[in-house]
């Protein structure tokens, strides 16, 4: 693979495949490349897995696009930097979040985790929302307990991923990989670009929007998003956008159940509202948002959306012009398409736990150090949001873009595998300090990792603390 980035100074290796890669995502998202110089390459997270060439590029790309529209909007085109260990330390920033000293809530539910299944399989099941670990046990005819749960799945399941329908939507089998590369989802991952746009509607250009003083807000100043994400993946591409300038306004419902770490990791530089879009008068809310946005994240359940009445052609013709980014489980094509899941269960499903089990020779699923796909994905997708602000801006038309976990997997696979790789020392907070960053927030005095990449002399970080859920009300400041 060719780079098309200058080769100016032969980088070391491991540089030298996260310029490679982030190349080749630039090239599928449809963004011109240049020269991207990266420092402290090489992996800090002990893994058989490339997670510091994923990270490295994923950031790179995101960056790269960034420095594309400060560029379009007038400006010099800055320079783009990329610290690898900030990159890779970045994708367990929730890890590293403290408030007031402390982690905020603990980050795996009581019933989250791997299950000895029958026949010595394994099967991973993901409970951090209640609702999701209920529906595992009643799947399976148990009362909601992690022994009866345990007891059921090494009974039963000889992994199938759970007892019925709906607990297999939040858990999965271990499989090794090259089981999973025969998978008809696997095949449809292969053949899916990381990230690729595809036009979904008529629209004339729109201009950029004036922006106050772009060299203090970033270059996506004045750009509207809607983030209508839960978790990881998603509301991390909403966080990445915010810190380079955009206007990112969070959309949940009351009704939906949070995990307050993320919330509070994911939520820097946002603003939140809270709307229930089964509701006629918060859908008139959000039909005025609509208007007025420049583009919309979201990761409901496949379906869930469009039935809503805002599927991605729905949302094309309300406001003409919008790049929508769906962020879904394994991707809108092929046999699973439909199916919902996590980072977690998708990394024992596509033989990543595996590969690591067989890497570390134990009998038990091995995951990566962080939760690298979530992670990816948000990256990714901010990625496709600033690619298709790009095209918009260039050729009119409403865009959207598909990313997925399972598709990120198959990506991170594809980079390759370092056996050294596990010797790597796991590293503590303390080692991570230099990288960590203090904000006073309406939650506390929050400790956070402070945001990779950088543009020239263009500040890079977020403007405001992550809010109170529900905290803004549901509008867009003046541009």
Same mark, same amino acid.
């Given at each position: 693979?060719?780079?098309?980035?200058?080769?100016?100074?032969?980088?070391?290796?491991?540089?030298?495949?996260?310029?490679?890669?982030?190349?080749?995502?630039?090239?599928?998202?449809?963004?011109?490349?240049?020269?991207?110089?990266? &420092?402290?390459?090489?992996?800090?997270?002990?893994?058989?897995?490339?997670?510091?060439?994923?990270?490295t590029a994923a950031v790179a790309?995101?960056? =790269?696009? @960034?420095?594309?529209?400060?560029?379009?909007?007038?400006?010099? !085109?800055?320079?783009?930097?990329?610290?690898?260990?900030?990159?890779?330390?970045?994708?367990?920033?929730?890890?590293?979040?403290?408030?007031?000293?402390?982690?905020?809530?603990?980050?795996?539910?009581?019933?989250?985790?791997?299950?000895?299944?029958? #026949?010595?399989?394994?099967?991973?099941?993901?409970?951090?929302?209640?609702?999701?670990?209920? #529906?595992?046990?009643?799947?399976?005819?148990?009362?909601?307990?992690?022994?009866?749960?345990?007891?059921?799945?090494?009974?039963?399941?000889?992994?199938?991923?759970?007892?019925?329908?709906?607990?297999?939507?939040?858990?999965?089998?271990?499989?090794?990989?090259?089981?999973?590369?025969?998978?008809?989802? /696997?095949?449809?991952?292969?053949?899916?670009?990381? @990230?690729?746009?595809?036009?979904?509607?008529?629209? /004339?250009?729109?201009?950029?929007?004036?922006?106050?003083?772009?060299?203090?807000?970033?270059?996506?100043?004045?750009?509207?998003?809607?983030?209508?994400?839960?978790?990881?993946?998603?509301?991390?591409?909403?966080?990445?956008?915010?810190?380079?300038?955009? *206007?990112?306004?969070? +959309?949940?419902?009351?009704?939906?159940? &949070?995990?307050?770490?993320?919330?509070?990791?994911?939520?820097?530089?946002?603003?939140?509202?809270?709307?229930?879009?089964?509701?006629?008068?918060?859908?008139? =809310?959000?039909?005025?948002?609509?208007?007025?946005? *420049?583009?919309?994240?979201?990761?409901?359940?496949?379906?869930? !959306?469009?039935?809503?009445?805002?599927?991605?052609?729905?949302l094309a013709e309300r406001a003409?012009?919008?790049? =929508?980014? *769906?962020?879904?489980?394994?991707?809108?094509?092929?046999?699973?398409?439909?199916?919902?899941?996590?980072?977690? =269960?998708? &990394?024992?499903?596509?033989?990543?736990?595996?590969?690591?089990?067989?890497?570390?020779?134990?009998?038990?699923?091995?995951?990566?150090?962080?939760?690298?796909?979530?992670?990816?994905?948000?990256?990714?997708?901010?990625?496709? @949001?600033?690619?298709? !602000?790009?095209?918009?801006?260039?050729?009119?038309?409403?865009?959207?873009?598909?990313?997925?976990?399972?598709?990120?997997?198959?990506?991170? &696979?594809?980079?390759?595998?370092?056996?050294?790789?596990?010797? +790597?020392?796991?590293?503590?907070?303390?080692?991570?300090?230099?990288?960590?960053?203090?904000?006073?927030?309406?939650?506390?005095?929050?400790?956070?990792?402070?945001?990779?990449?950088?543009?020239?002399?263009?500040?890079?970080?977020?403007?405001?603390?992550?809010? !109170?859920?529900?905290?803004?009300?549901?509008?867009?400041?003046?541009?």
């Amino acid at each position: 693979m060719t780079s098309g980035l200058p080769a100016a100074a032969s980088p070391p290796a491991d540089a030298a495949g996260a310029l490679a890669a982030a190349a080749a995502l630039l090239a599928d998202a449809g963004v011109a490349p240049f020269g991207i110089d990266v &420092q402290h390459a090489g992996l800090v997270l002990p893994s058989v897995f490339r997670i510091d060439v994923a990270a490295t590029a994923a950031v790179a790309a995101l960056t =790269v696009a @960034v420095a594309r529209v400060a560029e379009a909007r007038g400006g010099p !085109l800055p320079g783009v930097s990329v610290d690898g260990r900030a990159a890779q330390l970045s994708f367990r920033s929730e890890r590293y979040l403290t408030v007031d000293g402390a982690l905020p809530g603990e980050p795996w539910a009581a019933l989250s985790g791997d299950y000895r299944a029958a #026949a010595g399989g394994w099967v991973r099941v993901h409970a951090n929302f209640a609702h999701h670990g209920d #529906a595992a046990c009643r799947a399976l005819g148990v009362p909601a307990e992690r022994d009866a749960l345990a007891a059921a799945i090494a009974a039963r399941c000889g992994g199938g991923g759970g007892g019925g329908a709906r607990g297999r939507r939040r858990a999965a089998a271990l499989r090794p990989a090259a089981q999973w590369a025969a998978h008809p989802r /696997d095949r449809a991952d292969a053949a899916t670009p990381v @990230v690729a746009l595809e036009a979904i509607g008529p629209a /004339d250009p729109r201009r950029w929007a004036p922006a106050p003083d772009r060299s203090v807000r970033g270059p996506l100043a004045g750009v509207r998003v809607l983030d209508l994400t839960r978790v990881i993946a998603g509301p991390v591409a909403g966080r990445v956008l915010a810190a380079h300038g955009a *206007d990112v306004l969070a +959309v949940s419902a009351a009704h939906l159940p &949070q995990v307050d770490l993320l919330v509070i990791d994911t939520g820097f530089g946002k603003r939140s509202t809270l709307l229930d879009l089964r509701r006629a008068p918060d859908r008139a =809310v959000f039909d005025s948002l609509l208007a007025g946005a *420049d583009a919309l994240v979201e990761s409901y359940r496949p379906g869930a !959306l469009a039935a809503l009445g805002y599927g991605p052609a729905e949302l094309a013709e309300r406001a003409p012009g919008l790049v =929508v980014v *769906d962020v879904r489980a394994y991707g809108r094509r092929g046999p699973w398409a439909l199916r919902r899941g996590f980072d977690s =269960v998708v &990394q024992l499903a596509s033989g990543i736990a595996a590969t690591g089990a067989a890497a570390t020779g134990v009998d038990r699923p091995v995951p990566l150090p962080c939760q690298a796909l979530d992670h990816a994905t948000g990256w990714l997708a901010a990625l496709a @949001v600033v690619a298709g !602000l790009l095209r918009q801006r260039a050729e009119g038309g409403s865009w959207r873009a598909d990313v997925a976990l399972s598709t990120t997997a198959a990506w991170l &696979q594809g980079l390759g595998t370092d056996p050294a790789g596990l010797a +790597v020392a796991d590293p503590t907070a303390a080692d991570v300090a230099d990288l960590l960053v203090e904000t006073d927030s309406a939650h506390g005095r929050l400790r956070h990792v402070a945001m990779p990449g950088r543009l020239g002399a263009i500040p890079t970080g977020w403007s405001s603390p992550p809010p !109170l859920l529900g905290a803004d009300e549901p509008r867009w400041p003046a541009r």
